[in-house]
């Protein structure tokens, strides 16, 4: 399977251009194939980026015809060239994707700390806050000397109503 003769390059290079309306698919027939085989050899890439950059190509230049000239090169020339450099963006983009996971994977090993940090963190924490709230009911407990039932207390303090309730019950 391999690239059309320059004579059927350039009878189909001349039916792109006059706009024959099958000439789109007889380029894709006639090229892809053989685009998606050189790229892979050449720059030995999977199957799907080499099939995917020479379609790439060849809609490039069924969008853009009039930028092949015959005279410079033949048009499976010209299509390898562009598929080429389709598949190396491709490669790129892919391997700066997965160099950024990568890196991102480190920042945040570097910034996790271990469970058993966050477990003092949460202890020295929840230690801290009952220290504020037997400050806090301290204070609202001398401010009012004729609450002396705690569950008074503990309702004048979250200023909760079902608190209260609760706290009639038996």
């Not at 894709?28 to 085989?37: M, T």
């Not at 009952?130 to 979250?158: D, I, M, N, T, Y």
């Not at 209260?164 to 019950?169: G, H, N, T």
């Amino acid at each position: 399977m391999g690239f059309p003769t320059r004579q059927d390059e350039a009878a189909l290079h001349e039916r792109v251009l006059a706009t024959d309306p099958v000439a789109s698919a007889d380029v894709f027939a006639a090229f892809v194939d053989p685009l998606v085989a050189a790229i892979q050899r050449d720059l030995r890439c999977d199957s799907d980026t080499a099939r995917d950059s020479a379609i790439d190509a060849i809609f490039e230049y069924l969008g853009a015809s009039s930028s092949y000239h015959p005279s410079k090169g033949r048009l499976s020339t010209f299509l390898a060239h562009i598929t080429k450099r389709r598949a190396t963006d491709r490669i790129r983009a892919r391997s700066a994707e997965a160099r950024r996971k990568q890196e991102f994977g480190s920042v945040v090993e570097r910034r996790a700390s271990a469970p058993k940090e966050e477990m003092e963190r949460a202890v020295v924490a929840r230690e801290l806050w009952h220290k504020v709230e037997l400050q806090v009911w301290r204070r609202r407990h001398q401010a009012r000397p004729w609450c002396r039932r705690s569950s008074g207390v503990l309702s004048v303090f979250l200023n909760s109503r079902v608190l209260l309730l609760a706290a009639i019950r038996p």
